[in-house]
C-alpha cells in the first residue's frame, strides 16, 4: 500500500510539471494579444518566472533522479532544451518570433529556482508547505487525548 501510494506521489508531482509545460506549449501556439501600458522586458520577467516554476517541478520529481548529485543540472537541462524547443515552435505562429534572449531567460529562471531550491532551505520549505491544512481533532479542557 505505502509503494503505490508514493508512487501516486510521484505521478502527481509529474502531473504540475507536463501540465505547466503544456499550458506553455499552448500559449506559445498562439498570437500574443496586445496588452496597452506593459513595459519594454515584461516577456522576458514571465519567461524567467515560468521556466524557473518548471525547472522546481520537475526538480521535485526526487525518486524519478538515479543520482542525487545531478538532480539540479538535470532539471536545468530539461528545462533549457524544452525552453529551446518552445521558441522553435513560436517560428510557426503567425505574430510570434523567436528570440534569443527569450532563451536566456527560460534557462536563467531555471537556473535561479534550481539553485535556491538545492541550497536554500526557507525557500523549499515554503514551496513544500502543504495548501491544506490538516484540522487537529478538538479535545475537551481536562480530558486526556487517548490514541
Known amino acids: 500500500m505505502a509503494d503505490s501510494r508514493s508512487s501516486f506521489s510521484v505521478s502527481l508531482k509529474w502531473l504540475w510539471a507536463v501540465a505547466l509545460a503544456g499550458t506553455l506549449v499552448l500559449a506559445s501556439g498562439n498570437t500574443p494579444p496586445r496588452i496597452p501600458g506593459s513595459f519594454i522586458g515584461l516577456d522576458k520577467i514571465a519567461h524567467f518566472s515560468l521556466f524557473g516554476l518548471l525547472a522546481t517541478l520537475v526538480l521535485r520529481v526526487d525518486r524519478v533522479w538515479g543520482r542525487p548529485g545531478w538532480r539540479g543540472w538535470i532539471a536545468v537541462l530539461a528545462v ?8 522553435w515552435h513560436q517560428s510557426f505562429t503567425p505574430g510570434r518570433s523567436v528570440e534569443f534572449a527569450d532563451w536566456i531567460a527560460d534557462t536563467a529562471g531555471a537556473a535561479l529556482a534550481t539553485t535556491l531550491y538545492l541550497n536554500w532551505g ?17 479535545v475537551p479542557k481536562g480530558a486526556t487525548m487517548q490514541s
Not at 80 to 87: A, L, M, P, R, Y
Not at 122 to 135: H, K, S
Open 80 to 87: 533549457s532544451v524544452f525552453g529551446i524547443t518552445d521558441e
Open 122 to 138: 526557507g525557500y523549499r520549505r515554503v514551496l513544500e508547505t502543504p495548501l491544506r491544512v490538516r484540522r487537529r481533532k478538538l
